[in-house]
Structure formats: structure tokens, C-alpha cells
């Protein structure tokens, strides 16, 4: 502290050796300090709560959710029933097989949407082109005919 300035009792503020008091704030001063000092101190928040709305919608776009592949088998003209068909998924390499109906239907149900997946079937020595499905392809259920070959 300057040796020529002491300090109020009565305010706390502080005062020359003449006794004019030195650095008072009108109220509009303090005022105006006290809500940049509460905007300052819940900007956080407001960035916080921007950016958790910003990952939710980049959380949608990015297909966390499930879908169905549904098709049917075809030998020629004429539904292949009791053909094999075959989903695999490119990143774990896993393999789900089901056997088509009698009228050459089948479906996989509850398959990831963020990988890559083959499908194709299979009778006897026949055998259909494997076919691809994208994860940056957004349809929830997908058709697909595959034609024994």
C-alpha cells in the first residue's frame, strides 16, 4: 500500500491523506461487473450443453441403430426354398446363415448399422453373387433378391 493512502473503517474504501475517497464505483459499475462476472461463470455450461447437443446430433447421423435384411432367393424364375443364405460382417468376419422359407423369403433382423456387411446364398452347387451392404447406406430395412447362379 501507498504510504499517502489509508483505508476507510466506515467503507472500505480507500482514502488520500486528505480524506477524498479514492476509486468508488457508482452502482451501475458494480452492477454491470457483477453480471459480466455470472455470464463468465456459466459460459462453460452454455458451451457444455452446445457441444452435448452437437455430439447427439452427430450420434444420429452416424447409424448406431439396427436394421433389417430381407430378401428372396431365386433359381431362375421360381423362389429357391431351402437355400442357405449367408450375412457376414467384414470387420469381425462372423457369419449368420439362415435357410430360406418354401417360397424362397429370408430375413436378418438386428443388424448393425456402423459395419460393412456380405450377403449371399447358396443350393447344392449353385450359387448366388455376393452382394454388399454399406453402413453409410441409412435404410433401416433393405431388400434384397439374390439369383442362384
Not at 475517497?21 to 455450461?45: F, M, Q, T, Y
Request: proline share 3%; glycine share 10%.
Amino acid at each position: 500500500m501507498n504510504p499517502g493512502m489509508k483505508t476507510g473503517l466506515e467503507t472500505g474504501l480507500k482514502t488520500n491523506l486528505s480524506g477524498s475517497k479514492i476509486g468508488r464505483r457508482s452502482p451501475g459499475h458494480v452492477l454491470s461487473r457483477w453480471l459480466a462476472a455470472v455470464i463468465l461463470s456459466l459460459l462453460p455450461v452454455g458451451v457444455a450443453a452446445t457441444a452435448c447437443l452437437l455430439d447427439i446430433q452427430s450420434a444420429s447421423a452416424q447409424n448406431f441403430g439396427k436394421r433389417t435384411i430381407q430378401g428372396k432367393v431365386f433359381d431362375g424364375d421360381d423362389p429357391a426354398g431351402g437355400a442357405t443364405i449367408f450375412l457376414k460382417n467384414l470387420k469381425t468376419r462372423d457369419i449368420k446363415s439362415y435357410t430360406s422359407t418354401p417360397d424362397g423369403a429370408f430375413r436378418f433382423a438386428q443388424v448393425g448399422m456402423v459395419d460393412d456387411y456380405e450377403v449371399w446364398a447358396e443350393k447344392g452347387k449353385k450359387k448366388s453373387a455376393t452382394k454388399t451392404v454399406s453402413s453409410f447406406d441409412s435404410r433401416k430395412e433393405m431388400d434384397i433378391d439374390l439369383k442362384l447362379k
